[in-house]
């Protein structure tokens, strides 16, 4: 394939070499030959007809969802436009356009951070795009295709290729400049750290930053950098200054956390001052992990970010304490999540499929109503969170409302297991196991309208996030099929 710049960075025109004879021709492009261009993967390959004169553009899909091309033109012909839009790039607001036909065999990389567009020059023009990243309808956005400001000579461009009068969609036409917009791509990556890797959501937030393409991250443990060790933690902060820091370590285990509460606060409220400390002397976000134990679980009703906290367990209180912890980073997220379950650790759908191998009966709580969590999920929200100036507390967990009970069942019924789920009471439960637990909210409703309210879309279904999960159980041999 020979590779040909253009006066953008990073924009390349490829030729795909092509051997023929009289029959035809043949020719192709190789993951590898992708990969070097800086492509991420073929997330989705789309055709568009269009019309002689119809223009399409200028488009792009915001971060984190910002998306890389590779165009062509299939049947007809098309002029290619795009427009550098990378705030740090050398070519920041330069275009370049490229005639692309099946005759020429031409395609063009784009790369993120670019708006891109196109005019068809025939009638019934097909013309194809390999996307590098999800489509995410809420995200796309575009530049005004005319914008002075950008200077493309679209009269010279309409007077050569005879077109009367371009034809645009209404949205098209309306879009606002570059000079209005609130568009903030960057050439350069960002760089992530992410404590707790070892844990459910950590590892699945280093998945996601990978599927987008983004590698230049530091994911660390306990092993690597212990969060209450305050003057490791400034020293890795400080020599990696990332841009975004995602809080996943903590003490998790509620019902230890009882009998040690000086260990849990250490780990809880001090190792996260030491982190907010670190993320304000480089200037980073900081994403932190809370729960729904911050509050009593005597609501009625599903709880807002700004109700009342009232934390009954050592774990609730060191939580919420870390939150007024990283309070003091203006630049933050706080996220309270409830009963979360992913790949990379234990959890209750781990548990009651292991226990339905052995167990014909088993009892489960009732009376404490909440929302799992799938890590993917989560992983793809967080990361989305960091990429916005949207700072504040926010509640996400999957949707809809169920008791432990009801999640047993629907995890034995959805995987064909034959346990039986007993519903009883949680002092029943206590009872019955003669245990002693630590305080547990009984109503564990958050309410998630903040998050549509700034612009995030809410996750699926609980019952999708424990369809998908058990899949990938499946698939890593975890669970058998």
Same mark, same amino acid.
């Given at each position: 394939?020979?590779?040909?710049?253009?006066?953008?960075?990073?924009?390349?025109?490829?030729?795909?070499?092509?051997?023929?004879?009289?029959?035809?021709?043949?020719?192709?492009?190789?993951?590898?030959?992708?990969?070097?261009?800086?492509?991420?993967?073929?997330?989705?390959?789309?055709?568009?007809?269009?019309? =002689? #004169?119809?223009?399409?553009?200028?488009?792009?899909?915001?971060?984190?969802?910002?998306?890389?091309?590779?165009?062509?033109?299939?049947?007809?012909?098309?002029?290619?436009?795009?427009?550098?839009?990378?705030?740090?790039?050398?070519?920041?607001?330069?275009?370049?356009?490229?005639?692309?036909?099946?005759?020429?065999?031409?395609?063009?990389? %784009?790369?993120?951070?670019?708006?891109?567009?196109?005019?068809?020059?025939?009638?019934?023009?097909?013309?194809?795009?390999?996307?590098? $990243?999800?489509?995410?309808?809420?995200?796309?956005?575009?530049?005004?295709?005319?914008?002075?400001?950008?200077?493309?000579?679209?009269?010279?461009?309409?007077? =050569?290729?005879?077109?009367?009068?371009?034809?645009?969609?209404?949205?098209?036409?309306?879009?606002?400049?570059?000079?209005?917009?609130?568009?903030?791509?960057?050439?350069?990556?960002?760089?992530?750290?992410?404590?707790?890797?070892?844990?459910?959501?950590?590892?699945?937030?280093?998945?996601?930053?990978?599927?987008?393409?983004?590698?230049?991250?530091?994911?660390?443990?306990?092993?690597?950098?212990?969060?209450?060790?305050?003057?490791? %933690?400034?020293?890795?902060?400080?020599?990696?200054?990332?841009?975004?820091?995602?809080?996943?370590?903590?003490?998790?285990?509620?019902?230890?956390?009882?009998?040690?509460?000086?260990?849990?606060?250490?780990?809880?409220?001090?190792?996260?001052?030491?982190?907010?400390?670190?993320?304000?002397?480089?200037?980073?976000?900081?994403?932190?992990?809370?729960?729904?134990?911050?509050?009593?679980?005597?609501?009625?009703?599903?709880?807002?970010?700004?109700?009342?906290?009232?934390?009954?367990?050592?774990?609730?209180?060191?939580?919420?304490?870390?939150?007024?912890?990283?309070?003091?980073?203006?630049?933050?997220?706080?996220?309270?999540?409830?009963?979360?379950?992913?790949?990379?650790?234990?959890?209750?759908?781990?548990?009651?499929?292991?226990?339905?191998?052995? =167990?014909?009966?088993?009892?489960?709580?009732?009376?404490?109503?909440?929302?799992?969590?799938?890590?993917?999920?989560?992983? =793809?929200?967080?990361?989305?969170?960091?990429?916005?100036?949207?700072? #504040?507390?926010?509640?996400?967990?999957?949707?809809?409302?169920?008791?432990?009970?009801?999640?047993?069942?629907?995890?034995?019924?959805?995987?064909?297991?034959?346990?039986?789920?007993?519903?009883?009471?949680?002092?029943?439960?206590?009872?019955?196991? $003669?245990?002693?637990?630590?305080?547990?909210?009984?109503?564990?409703?958050?309410?998630?309208?903040?998050?549509?309210?700034?612009?995030?879309?809410?996750?699926?279904?609980?019952?999708?996030?424990?369809?998908?999960?058990?899949?990938?159980?499946?698939?890593?041999?975890?669970?058998?099929?």
């Amino acid at each position: 394939m020979k590779k040909i710049e253009t006066n953008l960075l990073d924009c390349y025109i490829l030729e795909p070499q092509r051997f023929g004879d009289e029959r035809g021709y043949f020719e192709s492009i190789t993951e590898k030959d992708l990969k070097e261009l800086g492509f991420n993967r073929i997330f989705q390959v789309s055709d568009s007809l269009s019309g =002689k #004169g119809i223009v399409r553009g200028l488009h792009f899909q915001n971060d984190p969802y910002c998306q890389a091309k590779v165009v062509r033109c299939h049947r007809g012909a098309v002029l290619d436009v795009v427009v550098d839009i990378r705030k740090d790039s050398k070519t920041y607001k330069q275009w370049t356009s490229v005639e692309l036909t099946p005759e020429n065999g031409r395609m063009l990389y %784009v790369p993120r951070g670019f708006a891109h567009g196109f005019i068809s020059l025939k009638e019934d023009t097909i013309f194809e795009y390999y996307v590098d $990243n999800e489509y995410m309808p809420r995200l796309e956005g575009g530049i005004l295709w005319n914008d002075p400001e950008l200077n493309i000579n679209w009269d010279q461009i309409f007077k =050569k290729y005879e077109i009367e009068k371009p034809i645009l969609s209404s949205k098209d036409e309306v879009r606002e400049t570059l000079e209005n917009s609130t568009i903030n791509f960057q050439r350069e990556s960002k760089r992530y750290l992410i404590t707790g890797v070892k844990g459910q959501l950590g590892y699945d937030i280093v998945r996601e930053l990978n599927n987008r393409g983004e590698y230049d991250i530091l994911a660390l443990d306990v092993d690597q950098m212990d969060i209450t060790n305050r003057e490791q %933690v400034l020293t890795i902060v400080k020599e990696y200054k990332p841009d975004v820091i995602f809080h996943c370590a903590a003490w998790t285990a509620v019902d230890k956390a009882e009998d040690i509460e000086d260990i849990v606060t250490n780990v809880n409220v001090t190792g996260t001052k030491n982190l907010v400390d670190a993320s304000l002397e480089v200037g980073a976000k900081i994403v932190y992990m809370s729960t729904d134990y911050v509050f009593d679980g005597t609501k009625d009703t599903p709880y807002l970010e700004n109700d009342p906290v009232n934390p009954k367990s050592v774990y609730g209180k060191t939580k919420y304490l870390g939150e007024e912890e990283v309070r003091r980073n203006p630049n933050h997220f706080i996220t309270r999540i409830s009963w979360v379950f992913g790949i990379n650790g234990n959890n209750f759908i781990k548990t009651m499929l292991k226990l339905s191998d052995t =167990k014909t009966d088993l009892n489960v709580v009732n009376d404490q109503i909440g929302s799992p969590t799938y890590t993917v999920d989560l992983a =793809k929200l967080l990361v989305e969170m960091a990429e916005t100036n949207k700072y #504040g507390t926010y509640h996400v967990n999957n949707e809809g409302y169920c008791s432990w009970a009801e999640f047993a069942k629907y995890i034995m019924e959805s995987n064909g297991k034959n346990t039986k789920i007993h519903p009883v009471t949680t002092e029943e439960y206590l009872e019955l196991t $003669n245990t002693k637990q630590a305080y547990r909210p009984r109503n564990s409703r958050l309410d998630k309208s903040k998050l549509v309210e700034n612009g995030f879309a809410k996750l699926p279904s609980w019952q999708s996030a424990t369809d998908r999960y058990c899949e990938e159980l499946k698939k890593a041999k975890i669970l058998k099929k």
